[in-house]
């Protein structure tokens, strides 16, 4: 299992951007969070299966509509310090 954290930077918060990433981690089994950060960008904490975490990476640059747009995504490896049971939105 891996673990990935990703900053995406844009117009990701007050468009939906947290439930679609919820939505679409969850129906892959994925786990870990996501919530927004102080500077307007969203951090996206995943933890699952090499495939299912470079199907999720594809999602997450995806333009799910109009109102979104991720326009930098920062992705990197991170050591598994925790491991997570489920995929949450933090508020």
Do not use: C, W
């Amino acid at each position: 299992m891996e673990t990935y954290q990703i900053i995406v930077k844009g117009r990701v918060q007050g468009v939906g951007y947290r439930a679609h990433i919820y939505q679409n981690a969850s129906q892959k089994d994925l786990h870990g969070n996501v919530r927004n950060l102080s500077d307007g960008s969203v951090q996206i904490i995943l933890q699952g299966t090499e495939e299912d975490l470079k199907k999720m990476l594809q999602i997450v640059h995806k333009k799910a509509h109009p109102f979104m747009n991720a326009q930098h995504v920062d992705t990197k490896t991170i050591p598994s310090v925790k491991e997570y049971n489920d995929f949450s939105i933090i508020y």
